[in-house]
């Protein structure tokens, strides 16, 4: 018998650091931004989870 792990998973609306991949940053800007766990992504559009970030007032995806 096979038992379920649970330690992958994140707790909604917990604070997160979302990396902000290479191409997408300049020279001094921030490796990482704060944000908002709030889901999972849905499997047939966007794969990964879904963040809130308030400053921006914006919900977007990151898979890292």
Do not use: W
């Not at 096979?2 to 020279?27: C, E, M, W």
């Not at 308030?54 to 919900?59: A, G, H, L, V």
Request: glycine share 8%; aromatic share 20%; hydrophobic share 30%.
């Amino acid at each position: 018998s096979h038992k379920t792990q649970g330690n992958h998973l994140k707790a909604f609306r917990s604070p997160s650091f979302v990396y902000i991949s290479k191409d997408k940053q300049k020279k001094f800007d921030d490796h990482a931004i704060e944000a908002i766990f709030i889901g999972y992504g849905d499997t047939f559009s966007k794969k990964g989870y879904q963040f809130f970030n308030p400053d921006f007032s914006k919900i977007f995806f990151g898979c890292n």
